[in-house]
């Protein structure tokens, strides 16, 4: 029954003078979230955007593509009235209602909005006469003016647009509004949520992961390919890098003491990843680290891998219990794909007693024992990157 959806949105209308920049970067995500589901037309329209569906379009693949394009604050099917002279308004607005509920037993109010300051009636009294309408063609309905069960919105323009359903949309900011970042994504829960996390905020995405073949399996980068392409369905197409990391592991596991491996394995981590990151000119590193959650991620830990970035790192789930994380991972359906059973390179090299509170003058004494051969590793490394693209 709808041809078209209104799109609304929040905190972009905030943006003063670059308002346009922000409405035209929110039509271009929608239309490119929409291209894959058929020929939709997406136009501005002061203050929201206006979706025009093609014949045979899937409603609800529409509005779940629409749930993921972030800047969208709601999400209204709407049918529009190509005459807005009083009696065909008040037709239209009937034949919406008995359209949409046949059976009308519930409380309604109607409200309205006039773009036409010269239209014939004011505004409360578009809603008081087509309550009246509406209160005469089906008795069975009530008016309830503060705590209604169904609203009916009748907008007036040039043409007329009912509507009575809104979907909350994801919020945020339109993806590509906020400059890029490089993800740091492995195969776990906390990485993908915070992607999507900084996505959400306006931010492009490139992802960067590190295996360790033969100790890390195929798989488990397929695993790693899974969860970008599920962050692609928010970011768009999205770049991922992959990182041959096995021989940097090894030499650090021959150099170093087996305590600090994990600690100077990330930081080897941040440092490729920040290379890659400023040729693709991201603007800051993103990781799923959360204070305590692990050995690498207490504050001393997070201190001494922070310490070799110079970008920016931006920790989205710093504070979150897992249990929060998961929750999000669950609302964006990375979970599944997260918890299956994939090696990641962390956990082959794994010390039994890992250091939790690293000294980084000391873990900077063990490092120099990498100074013969690291450099050309790290170079090796970033010649060989493997570069996928998802989305
Ligand atoms: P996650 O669930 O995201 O894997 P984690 O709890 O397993 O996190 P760590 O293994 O300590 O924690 O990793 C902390 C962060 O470092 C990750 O959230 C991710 O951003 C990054 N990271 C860890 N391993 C890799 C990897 N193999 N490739 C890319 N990034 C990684
Ligand atoms: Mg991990």
Redesign the pocket.
């Known amino acids: 029954m709808f041809k078209a959806f209104l799109i609304k949105y929040a905190e972009i209308g905030l943006k003063g003078k670059n308002r346009f920049v922000f409405e035209n970067a929110l039509r271009d995500r929608i239309q490119e979230a929409l291209n894959p589901l058929g020929e939709f037309l997406v136009s501005k329209e002061q203050g929201r955007l206006f979706i025009e569906c093609p014949k045979n379009y899937d409603y609800e693949e529409t509005v779940e593509a629409l749930g993921r394009v972030f800047g969208i604050s709601s999400i209204c099917p709407v049918v529009v009235l190509d005459s807005s002279q009083w009696e065909d308004l008040t037709q239209g607005v009937g034949d919406y209602v008995e359209k949409m509920y046949p059976d009308r037993h519930f409380t309604f109010k109607v409200e309205s909005k006039r773009a036409d300051k010269n239209y014939p009636r004011t505004t409360p009294e578009i809603c008081a006469d087509m309550g009246a309408y509406l209160l005469k063609r089906f008795p069975e309905m009530k008016v309830d003016v503060h705590n209604p069960e169904v609203r009916i919105t009748v907008e007036v323009r040039t043409k007329s647009y009912v509507y009575s359903i809104v979907i909350p949309g994801p919020g945020g900011m339109p993806v590509g509004t906020n400059g890029k970042a490089m993800?740091?994504?492995?195969?776990?829960?906390?990485?993908?949520?915070?992607g999507y996390m900084i996505a959400k905020r306006g931010v492009s995405m490139v992802?960067?992961?590190?295996?360790?073949p033969p100790y890390?399996s195929e798989r488990a980068k397929l695993k790693?390919v899974e969860l970008a392409e599920k962050i692609a369905k928010y970011t768009g197409k999205m770049k991922l890098f992959v990182?041959n990391?096995t021989d940097i592991q090894l030499y650090i596991y021959d150099q170093c003491p087996h305590e600090e491996l994990?600690i100077i394995m990330?930081r080897y981590?941040m440092k490729i990843?920040e290379k890659l990151a400023e040729e693709e000119g991201c603007l800051g590193l993103?990781?799923?680290?959360?204070i305590g959650?692990?050995?690498?991620?207490t504050m001393h830990s997070l201190a001494a891998?922070n310490e070799v970035c110079n970008l920016p790192v931006y920790r989205p789930?710093i504070a979150f219990d897992k249990k929060d994380?998961v929750e999000i991972a669950e609302k964006i359906d990375t979970f599944e794909t997260?918890i299956q059973p994939f090696e990641?390179?962390?956990?082959i090299f794994v010390a039994k007693h890992p250091v939790t509170k690293p000294n980084i003058k000391t873990i900077q004494k063990s490092e120099r024992k990498l100074e013969e051969k690291i450099d050309k590793m790290v170079e090796a490394a970033l010649n060989t990157v493997e570069t996928i693209v998802v989305g």
């Not at 992802?207 to 360790?212: K, L, N, S, V």
């Not at 990641?344 to 956990?347: H, I, L, N, W, Y």
């Open positions: 993800l740091l994504l492995s195969g776990g829960i906390d990485s993908p949520v915070a992802a960067t992961y590190f295996h360790a890390t790693v990182v990391f994990t990330r981590m990843a993103v990781t799923g680290e959360s959650q692990v050995a690498s991620q891998t789930l994380i997260s990641d390179c962390c956990t």
